[in-house]
T-cell receptor
């Protein structure tokens, strides 16, 4: 079974705070891919990152960083020094051997207040 | 940049009407997808297509059909719209041939069925 769980439905922080969005996945595939997308109020999902199951190296891109841990089946996303423009719904997704299917989490709504 | 466009951002229809949602991508992607997004449920796959005139059912195909006559265009059809089809509809496209290809999304269509 393939499943992605984002237990945090909504998070509110004040600008400049750091925030971590959790993503836990389930899969029996040995090769799989994990994704994060951002959905601002405008509605379009914007691709942020893709990770394959053989690369556990953490990644940093500006204020964004991702922590991939196979031991805990987690792929968490941290925003450092959050800004109002980070306010959005964030989705984590999993793609396994069947490339046609993405399994999305239910999303985490992030509110960054000035 | 990948560009996925959808014919309408907002649509209001009456119960029983036939509804067409159009999606066009300009990156020569083989795969195209239709999702619906509902609060708390994340994105659920309705149909996808990996080639012209080819289609596969996703997780929630009931009440929907699709058409792909040209590579760049993928249409979602609601044969007889019902109020429970009020939702946000998202189209996506991706390359075929490797696992874990990133899906790129359009801006979405918010459909209200009265």
């Amino acid at each position: 079974a393939q499943k992605v769980t984002q237990a945090q439905t909504e998070i509110s922080v004040v600008e400049k705070e750091d925030v971590t969005l959790d993503c836990v996945y389930e899969t029996r595939d040995t090769t799989y891919y994990l994704f994060w997308y951002k959905q601002p109020p405008s509605g379009e999902l914007v691709f942020l990152i893709r990770r394959n199951s053989f690369d556990e190296q953490n990644e940093i891109s500006g204020r964004y960083s991702w922590n991939f841990q196979k031991s805990t089946s987690s792929f968490n996303f941290t925003i450092t020094a959050s800004q109002v423009v980070d306010s959005a719904v964030y989705f984590c997704a999993l793609s396994g051997y069947n490339f046609n299917k993405f399994y999305f989490g239910s999303g985490t709504k992030l509110n960054v207040k000035p | 940049d990948v560009k996925v466009t959808q014919s309408s951002r907002y649509l209001v229809k009456r119960t029983g009407e036939k509804v067409f949602l159009e999606c066009v991508q300009d990156m020569d992607h083989e795969n195209m997808f239709w999702y619906r997004q509902d609060p708390g449920l994340g994105l659920r796959l309705i149909y996808f297509s990996y080639d012209v005139k080819m289609k596969e059912k996703g997780d929630i195909p009931e009440g929907y059909s699709v058409s792909r006559e040209k590579k760049e265009r993928f249409s979602l059809i609601l044969e007889s719209a019902s109020t429970n089809q009020t939702s946000m509809y998202l189209c996506a496209s991706s390359l075929w041939g490797q696992r874990g290809e990133t899906q790129y999304f359009g801006p979405g269509t918010r459909l209200l069925v009265l």
